[in-house]
């Protein structure tokens, strides 16, 4: 079983910062890609930036280079940190990763983490 868990959300005020981590753990062979989402109320999930287990990154238009992606590979964790934060970037943030089990060795299992809170004040 594989789980992610997210950390390092919380109420911040706008122009202020966080860093999100997710950690990967449990019966894991490798880790490929990871990716941080995030859903605001009554909007779909949406795909903040994800990066390959190379470090190859890449971003959505709308984060206009206030978030930046990175890994540590020895961790099996994720970070966003996210700078000038505003308002609009309040949502639940999600951690996504594809992982090779070592039951099924070629095979890549999506999972999730559970999501932890970003809200910003104005």
């Known amino acids: 079983q594989v789980q992610l868990v997210e950390s390092g959300g919380g109420l911040v005020q706008a122009g202020g910062s966080l860093r999100l981590s997710c950690a990967a753990s449990?019966?894991?062979?490798?880790?490929?890609?990871m990716a941080w989402y995030r859903q605001a109320p009554g909007k779909q999930r949406e795909l903040l930036a994800r990066i390959t287990s190379t470090g190859r990154t890449n971003y959505a238009d709308l984060l206009k280079g206030r978030f930046t992606i990175s890994r540590d590979n020895a961790k099996n964790t994720v970070y966003l940190q996210m700078n000038s934060l505003n308002p609009e970037d309040t949502a639940v943030y999600y951690c996504n990763a594809y992982v090779e089990l070592p039951t099924y060795p070629g095979r890549l299992n999506e999972y999730w983490g559970q999501g932890t809170q970003v809200t910003v004040s104005s």
């Open positions: 449990g019966s894991i062979f490798s880790v490929n890609n």
